[in-house]
C-alpha cells in the first residue's frame, strides 16, 4: 500500500485566493483525519470523519475552513478565503477504526502570502 | 478540556548519550498513548502503551506508561545522529478515534 497520500506536497497562494488540499487515505482504514502543524500551536485536529461522516470538526479555525469526503478514498480540506495565518503544514491521517495507530500523510506545506 | 504536555520543549545532546523525554496527560476515559517520531514530514508511528508498567522496546528506543501517576517516558539509549527528530506524544480519549497530541520534545543529537 503507498500509504497516505497527500497532494499537493507545497503551496504557494495570494491572500484571499481559495485553496484545497486533497488526501487519500488507506484503503480499508475508515477514519481520517485533518490536521495542522505550526511552530506556535503543534499538531492540531481540525475535524476527523468516521465511515466518510464528520463527527468532530470543533478545530476548524472559522467558517472559512471546511471539509468533505465524499467517499472512503478521498477528502478535501478548503480555505476560501485564505489569509496569511493559515500559513502551515496540513496533515491528513487514517486508522482503522479500533485501532489507534494513525498513519500520517506527508503533508501539504501552505504558505499564504 | 484534555491536555498532553510534553517535556523538556527541546534536548541537545551527544551522540552516544542517553536520553528519557517526558509526556504527562490529562485525560477522560483514557484507552491508550501513543509515541510518534517527526522527522522533515510526517510523524511515523513508534509505540502504542494501554497498560501500566509494561515497558514496550524497539532497539535503543523503548517507552512505559504510569496510569496513576498519568504520564509516560520515552528512553533512547545510545543516541545517534539519525534521532534527532520532533518526538510526539499523543493520547486516545475513548471519544471515538481521536488523538490529543502533546506540544512536541525538539532532540538534536550532535556528532
Known amino acids: 500500500d503507498a500509504g497516505v497520500i497527500q497532494s499537493p506536497r507545497h503551496e504557494v497562494t495570494e491572500m484571499g485566493q481559495e485553496v484545497t488540499l486533497r488526501c487519500k487515505p488507506i484503503?480499508?482504514?475508515?477514519?481520517l483525519f485533518w490536521y495542522r502543524q505550526t511552530m506556535m500551536r503543534g499538531l492540531e485536529l481540525l475535524i476527523y470523519f468516521n465511515n466518510n461522516v464528520p463527527i468532530d470538526d470543533s478545530g476548524m479555525p472559522e467558517d472559512r475552513f471546511s471539509a468533505k469526503m465524499p467517499n472512503a478514498s478521498f477528502s478535501t480540506l478548503k480555505i476560501q478565503p485564505s489569509e496569511p495565518r493559515d500559513s502551515a503544514v496540513y496533515f491528513c491521517?487514517?486508522?482503522?477504526?479500533?485501532?489507534?495507530?494513525?498513519?500520517f500523510g506527508q503533508g501539504t506545506r501552505l504558505t499564504v502570502v | 478540556e484534555d491536555k498532553v504536555v510534553q517535556s523538556p520543549l527541546s534536548l541537545v545532546v551527544h551522540e552516544g548519550d542517553t536520553v528519557t523525554l517526558n509526556c504527562s496527560y490529562e485525560v477522560t476515559n483514557f484507552r491508550s498513548l501513543l509515541w510518534y517520531k517527526q522527522e522533515k514530514k510526517a510523524p511515523t508511528f513508534l509505540f502504542m502503551l494501554t497498560s501500566s508498567g509494561i515497558e514496550k522496546k524497539s532497539g535503543r528506543l523503548s517507552s512505559i506508561l504510569d496510569k496513576k501517576e498519568l504520564f509516560s517516558i520515552l528512553n533512547i539509549t545510545a543516541t545517534q545522529t539519525g534521532d534527532s527528530a520532533v518526538y510526539l506524544c499523543a493520547v486516545d480519549n475513548n471519544a471515538g478515534n481521536m488523538l490529543t497530541f502533546g506540544g512536541g520534545t525538539r532532540l538534536m543529537v550532535k556528532p
Open positions: 484503503s480499508g482504514h475508515n477514519s
Open positions: 491521517a487514517s486508522s482503522f477504526e479500533r485501532g489507534l495507530e494513525a498513519f
